[in-house]
């Protein structure tokens, strides 16, 4: 389900204007989601499709992209069909993605009608329960999503949000390794609000986050930075 919509992003799609739209329902439980919200959907008032495509009518020429988030938007079964629609009137398309349903990012991918996906990976593998929030884990699947979009030809990131309670500098080793060879590996700073899981959480020092940079850029990376 459409829950919400920003009109006007500069940071959700580097170098792009964006329309986002939010999307209900999460597989992971995060601690330190900011969209927490959009978890579940217990509310049941959405957005209809058709009020997006009508605003961006309005917009061509003026926004160049949209970006499909959430909660996790592979587990929303009109997905394809809302990006298609959208492709064919001339937007870029992005879609975020925790990477928990690689059956869905095969699709996205094989479909050829996505620009960009950018995955999260939450932590280290054995770390991993904890920092999604989930029991009967199964790293399979993160693997496999990381696969698929390391052997795709679309373009593509990885991304991390650091928090200070639940990374460190091994963590951040150990996920270097397991994407060795990625296009692109993104430190993003945790940034605590009302709507986080849990409001005790801390954001790492920018002196650490320049520190877990230097771990990333000694494995080669076409592009590591840090997103504030």
Do not use: W
């Not at 009518?57 to 069909?81: A, W």
């Amino acid at each position: 389900m459409i829950k919400g919509i920003e009109k006007l992003s500069l940071v959700d799609y580097d170098n792009h204007l964006s329309l986002v739209i939010f999307f209900s329902r999460c597989n992971f439980r995060c601690p330190f989601c900011h969209n927490s919200s959009l978890v579940d959907d217990r509310n049941k008032d959405g957005i209809s499709f058709d009020s997006i495509i009508n605003y961006l009518k309005k917009r061509v020429g003026i926004l160049d992209s949209v970006v499909f988030t959430g909660g996790e938007v592979t587990l929303e079964p009109n997905l394809l069909e809302y990006i298609q629609t959208i492709k064919e009137m001339g937007y870029l398309i992005k879609v975020d993605t925790n990477g928990y349903n690689p059956k869905v990012l095969k699709q996205l991918i094989e479909s050829k009608l996505v620009d960009y996906i950018a995955m999260d990976i939450k932590n280290s593998l054995d770390k991993y329960p904890l920092t999604a929030g989930i029991k009967n884990f199964n790293k399979d699947l993160i693997i496999e999503s990381i696969n698929l979009l390391m052997n795709s030809e679309i373009d593509y990131e990885f991304r991390t949000t650091v928090v200070e309670e639940y990374h460190d500098e091994q963590d951040i080793d150990s996920i270097c390794q397991m994407i060795k060879g990625a296009k692109r590996y993104v430190l993003q700073s945790f940034i605590n609000n009302e709507n986080c899981f849990d409001n005790s959480l801390h954001s790492s020092s920018a002196e650490k986050m320049e520190s877990l940079l230097r771990i990333c850029q000694k494995y080669c990376f076409l592009e590591t930075k840090i997103r504030r």
